[in-house]
Structures are given as C-alpha cells and as structure tokens.
C-alpha cells in the first residue's frame, strides 16, 4: 500500500493533469477543496468512500492511485520483452500477453501444454469469462458437464462460474493457445 504522500502527490498530479482546481473537485466529489488539499500534501489520508469520490471526480479507478507502482494508462508488450513463466511439474509455458492497468480486469496471455498436461488439472471456478484460441495442436477444454475438443484456430468461450479445466490432448508437445480472462477472484 501507498504511504500517503504518495497518494497525495498523484491526486494532484493528474488534477492538475486534467486542469482542475480544488474547487472543481470539491464540486464533483462532495469533499471540501481544504480536505483535499490536505490528502494531496499528505497531511492525511482519504477513506475509502473519499477515495471512491475522488477516483470518480478525476475520471480514474481508485486502485490507480493505491497500486504500489504507478500502472500505466496503456499496456504494451512486444515480442522482444515478452516474459515466459513455468507453469510447474513441466506442463508447460506462460507469456503474459497484457500487464495491469489501473482497474484492467483482463488478462491474455499464450499458454503452450505439453503433451498430457494440464495448467489446473482439477476442475476450478473462478468469477468472469474465459476465451480461447488453439494456435497449435488439440485442447481438450471440460466446462461443466461437457467435453470439447478444440483443433488448431478453433476458439471457445464460457462463464468461469462453470466448473473448467484443460489440457493437451495432442500426442505431440507444445499444444499452444491465447487465453483470455476476465476478472479472476477464485471461489
């Protein structure tokens, strides 16, 4: 979390970015211009309905301004910096496609199996959406009740409230697809 000073410094940096006064915060966020001033010079901190009221008045997500590193507006990863992570127990690779962004609530990323590897081998839920692309080789997607076995360019969607999980289904290594998430809060 954010001393804050910090906090206080970046309110004012993108007030003062969108050329506001205290006063035309003070008017959209029902807190008074000497408050204000107050949490910008880090003399104390907001509430979180403050924040909330604040966050609004200034047109961002209030995580853009508690997020330990300042997260920019755009998320850009190119090919050259793009990170592979293991997945562990040798199933496979991870290359995060989107970083955060203040209030982001997407993730894509490319996920390569090896052959009879599963990322989550167990069923899981998780609230928002799913999305897939099979770049190469079989998936083998369970959500709820169902089986679906995807080929290459093949693509599947479903609410990750359902009960899901994949894996190779391939008889060769490297099955890859872009996977796209919405919000993810296990339940």
Known sequence: MLDKSELGKRIKRVREGKHLTLKNIEAAASISATHIS?????????????????????????????EEEELGEVSLVTLENRIRESLGDGAGTLERLTYSIPGGGLQA?????????????????????????????????KVGEEEFELGEGDSIFYDALEPHAYLNASDRDGASMIWICTERSVT
């Open 38 to 66: 107050e949490i910008e010079r880090g003399k104390t901190s907001p509430t979180l309905g403050a924040l909330i009221r604040i966050s609004k008045a200034l047109g961002k997500d209030p995580a853009y301004f508690i």
């Open 109 to 141: 990323c490319v996920i390569t199996l090896e052959r009879g590897k599963s990322h989550r081998e167990d069923p899981h839920t998780h609230h928002g959406n799913e999305a897939a692309v099979v770049l190469t080789g079989r998936l083998l997607f």
